[in-house]
């Protein structure tokens, strides 16, 4: 087939129903490029049939992919909602499980930590580390600090050992660097989360 009919033949199974009429000016161009360089001109129509045969299942595997990516998208959120999701627990009875009084200064925690101000994430992650200070002298740790109380756990003892230590790692970097530590509210609940897990496994909240 002459390169000029095939090349009208291409674009007319791309665009069905079009009626392609040429120029006579770009069929002296391309009759000329023709005979000029057949072998460019041959390549060229071999690369762009190729390119149209596998431009459609390239798209469809694309739109399959970005399908997929959005998908898995969503349920990584909802796995981080349903991690990071702080929801103030109600007081414990007396007799069954922890101090009641505790509850006030974990609800002031969940205020905090629920602001839009970033200085109220970190007293948030502050007054959980006292809360946290409080635990241990109840189960008898001694020390100066919180952390020469940590190393003196047992962790047969403190299953959420490492969460406290992490989350009281938070805390003496705010203590430390103060406000220009920066803070998202994702991380700060992240770490009011270690803290509850602390609580919880004795009770305490």
């Known amino acids: 087939m002459d ?33 000029t360089y057949p072998t460019w001109v041959l390549w060229t129509q071999h690369t ?12 469809i595997l694309f739109l ?14 909802d796995k981080e909602h349903a991690l990071y999701d702080l929801k103030v627990e109600e007081a414990y009875e007396t007799d ?3 101090d009641p009084s505790l509850t006030k200064r974990w609800e002031s925690i969940m ?11 970190r007293q948030a992650i502050l007054e959980a580390d006292i809360i946290l ?19 003196r756990v047992e ?9 406290a230590w992490e989350a009281h790692k ?12 920066q803070l998202s509210q994702y991380e700060a609940k992240r770490v009011i989360n270690l803290y509850k897990k602390v609580f919880e496994e004795f009770y305490y909240i």
């Open 111 to 121: 205020r905090h930590i629920e602001s839009a101000n970033q200085n109220d994430w």
């Open 64 to 77: 399959i992919g970005i399908i997929y990516c959005v998908e898995q998208l969503k349920i990584i959120r």
């Open 3 to 35: 390169p000029i009919n095939y090349t009208a033949a291409v674009v007319t199974q791309v665009l069905p129903g079009s009626n392609l009429n040429l120029d006579p000016t770009i069929h002296s161009v391309a009759n000329w490029a023709t005979s």
């Open 170 to 181: 938070v805390r003496n970097q705010i203590a430390h660097e103060g406000s220009a530590m």
């Open 155 to 163: 962790k047969a003892d403190f299953n959420s050992l490492d969460e």
């Open 133 to 151: 200070d409080d635990l241990l002298n109840k189960m008898e740790y001694h020390g100066e600090s919180i952390g020469e109380k940590l190393k």
């Open 48 to 59: 762009l049939g190729f390119l149209i045969g596998i431009s459609i299942p390239l798209a």
């Open 96 to 98: 069954v499980k922890g």
